[in-house]
């Protein structure tokens, strides 16, 4: 299977990027083609999560920058599984609502949009970083790393209304 957590988190900033570089004119395709290709993207988490189970799922782990010991990982717990969906979806609304809202600066906007959902993707499959923070320094840091994770969320929430504010007219 292919790595399902980073394509889901980086196929956002993929779309952002061709909007940027595509013609304004073709932003609103670009952004609704790229939520909805991040939500069929992150559809296997949900087909194959096993609920049964307390670990981390889909595990991605790979050596960044081996001569400094930097690890590049990720993954997901069954607390964080359903804002990836959720973020997925909303993003969908989100392109599909402000269609005909958004007349000035529209490619900025759904560039904003694309960066905003991949940023709050990212966040979401972070659960490796609660956990490892649980086994050595104990539950404080546990708590610690979700009300972070809760704090981005919600700072994602809203820069969206920003957003929206900004760039409707």
């Known amino acids: 299977m292919y790595p399902v957590l980073t394509a889901s988190t980086f196929l956002p900033s993929v779309g952002a990027a061709l909007i940027f570089l595509c013609p304004a004119r073709l932003a609103r395709w670009i952004a609704l083609v790229t939520t909805i290709a991040t939500l069929a993207v992150s559809a296997p988490l949900y087909l194959h999560f096993d609920t049964t189970s307390s670990a981390l799922q889909f595990v991605e782990s790979r050596?960044?920058?081996?001569?400094?010991?930097?690890?590049?990982?990720?993954?997901?717990?069954?607390?964080?599984?359903?804002?990836?969906?959720?973020?997925?979806?909303?993003?969908?609304?989100?392109?599909?609502?402000?269609?005909?809202?958004?007349?000035?600066?529209?490619?900025?906007?759904?560039?904003?949009?694309?960066?905003?959902?991949?940023?709050?993707?990212?966040?979401?499959?972070?659960?490796?970083?609660?956990?490892?923070?649980?086994?050595?320094?104990g539950l404080r840091s546990a708590v610690t790393g979700h009300a972070q994770y809760y704090g981005l969320m919600m700072a994602a929430g809203v820069l969206m209304a920003i957003a929206i504010a900004m760039f409707a007219r």
């Open 63 to 137: 050596a960044w920058i081996p001569s400094w010991n930097v690890v590049y990982g990720m993954g997901v717990d069954g607390i964080s599984l359903p804002f990836i969906l959720l973020s997925a979806v909303v993003s969908v609304l989100c392109v599909a609502v402000s269609w005909n809202a958004i007349q000035v600066r529209v490619w900025e906007f759904y560039a904003t949009l694309r960066e905003i959902d991949a940023s709050v993707v990212d966040r979401a499959a972070e659960g490796i970083g609660s956990v490892t923070d649980a086994v050595s320094q």
